[in-house]
């Protein structure tokens, strides 16, 4: 049994680390669901809504606090394959909506386990060649023949002694699986941690884009989150390392880099970002990588990569898709910086989902690409003068925009689409209204299905709070109200849907 005190110094540890440090009322929720663990049994869905959403909110219900249930699932899933990858205690949330093998649903809110790695030594997976026993003498034993015995048994024990070392040498796990950086080193590490090699960049490596988190995907450790990719990228049982690499000497005058690496360190190839656009003739392609991902591979087709990087100085995106030997197979652009990006499963079929800024539009927008299909430019009707030119038509399954609110139009150029989370039959992302409060801003949350038919579109509490304080000291009466609420459910849908709004589906 874990002491309370282990759970509270747990929780305390990732309400405090980089991956919760813009999720304020995941913070809330976390915190309440610890301070009520001993009576989680009987904890309401309502006791929740009005802890986070305020005493008489009657517009939220379960749903609500199921979909904050799955983000919070999420937040701390993404921070234990980070961050608390050593943590000595793991926290997790059942999932209380489906009846167990007993045909009873799952009471608890939140579990808190002890971490129980499992590590098998060299010796354990290839125990040492065993040596015959001596067997006793049945006639008395010279001086000599003692001292000749024992030599051979020192021969024997060291002989046995060298095929030992010998087998942890042979057997030591020599695989990639984790990278950290130090100074102006990338150090590649095994399962157990131990270093494997390092490459040291003369450059440097620009600190703000490893500790920031520029990039947004998988595999992390030490200020190296979204930026490193491990796996058999070729299908030859061996693998390879990627990684995004960003000289910290003069970091806004250069690309980013994909770099491949063999298992061993050998650098296989290096794939750089972007081109030189007619539209941007007076600025230098210069371009910064936000995310990559791999794509599943197939018996008819190997695992690609997808590299989503933007324009430094100006207002192009482009989503390119690599091979495995770092060719660059096609690619799309969109007019307006992409921030987010995420490979997920919609309808079976794995996809490219991003979100940012139209320019276009001047609004938040989301697009759902097919990785087979990756190509042409965003077509700009609203704003010619954006439009990039000589890519052709766009291949898009979705193309949504995302309605301003009144404090955005009053504050700002634009509002902006964070990441999208994808879980089974749901789809949400969070549209940042203003730059007012924590990092993320104050924000819509969306929820969609994989039709992308509108499930719920509600304020968060920086929102609203947000919207108070700023029009409370302005001259202007504008409290916010179910008419401006409402307005959020105009999801516009330019491409993929049979009208021009996304369906509404919300209770």
Not at 440 to 469: M, P, R, V
Request: contains cysteine; charged residues 20%.
């Amino acid at each position: 049994m874990i002491e309370r005190n282990d759970i509270e110094e747990q929780i305390s540890r990732i309400l405090g680390s980089k991956s919760f440090a813009d999720k304020g009322q995941l913070k809330r929720l976390l915190e309440f669901l610890f301070q009520n663990m001993d009576s989680q049994t009987t904890l309401k869905p309502s006791r929740v809504i009005r802890e986070l959403w305020h005493e008489g909110n009657v517009t939220k219900g379960s749903t609500d606090v199921a979909t904050e249930m799955n983000r919070l699932r999420r937040a701390v899933e993404s921070y234990y394959s980070a961050e608390g990858q050593t943590d000595p205690v793991t926290i997790s949330f059942p999932n209380r909506s489906k009846p167990g093998t007993d045909g009873e649903r799952e009471a608890r809110w939140i579990v808190a386990s002890p971490r129980q790695p499992v590590q098998i030594s060299a010796v354990e997976q290839h125990p040492p060649v065993s040596v015959p026993a001596l067997q006793p003498a049945l006639l008395p034993i010279s001086s000599g023949s003692l001292r000749r015995g024992l030599a051979i048994a020192g021969t024997i024990g060291l002989l046995a002694f060298v095929t030992l070392i010998s087998i942890k040498m042979l057997t030591a796990d020599r695989r990639p699986q984790s990278g950290r950086i130090d100074n102006s080193d990338l150090v590649i590490m095994n399962a157990e941690g131990k270093e494997l090699w390092r490459k040291t960049f003369p450059g440097g490596l620009w600190s703000e884009y490893y500790q920031n988190g520029l990039a947004t995907h998988l595999y992390y450790q030490d200020g190296l989150a979204t930026h490193l990719w491990f796996g058999d990228l070729d299908g030859d049982g061996h693998s390879e390392v990627l990684f995004l690499y960003h000289p910290a000497a003069d970091p806004k005058s250069h690309s980013t880099t994909l770099i491949c690496y063999s298992d061993s360190g050998k650098e296989r190839w290096r794939w750089t970002p972007g081109r030189v656009l007619p539209e941007l003739d007076s600025f230098p392609s210069i371009y910064i990588t936000m995310g990559f991902g791999v794509l599943q591979g197939t018996p008819n087709q190997p695992r690609r990569i997808v590299v989503m990087s933007r324009h430094e100085y100006y207002y192009p995106t482009q989503i390119a898709v690599v091979d495995a030997d770092g060719k660059t197979l096609s690619e799309y652009w969109h007019s307006g910086h992409l921030f987010h990006f995420n490979l997920a499963s919609l309808d079976g079929r794995e996809e490219i989902i991003a979100s940012g800024i139209s320019n276009g539009y001047h609004e938040a927008t989301l697009l759902v690409l097919d990785p087979d299909r990756v190509s042409g430019a965003s077509t700009e009707t609203a704003r010619p003068e954006v439009q990039i030119h000589g890519m052709g038509a766009p291949h898009e399954r979705y193309r949504l925009l995302f309605p301003r609110s009144d404090l955005n139009k009053d504050l700002y150029l634009y509002n902006e689409g964070l990441g999208a989370v994808v879980s089974p039959g749901r789809i949400q992302i969070d549209v940042k209204e203003c730059w007012l409060t924590v990092a993320n801003g104050c924000t819509i949350i969306y929820g969609f299905d994989e039709n992308f038919k509108l499930l719920s579109a509600s304020a968060e509490d920086t929102f609203l709070n947000a919207h108070k304080q700023v029009y409370s000291k302005s001259k202007i009466d504008h409290p916010f109200s179910t008419k401006e609420e409402a307005e959020f459910q105009k999801v516009q849908c330019l491409v993929g849907c049979t009208a021009p709004y996304v369906p509404v589906e919300i209770p």
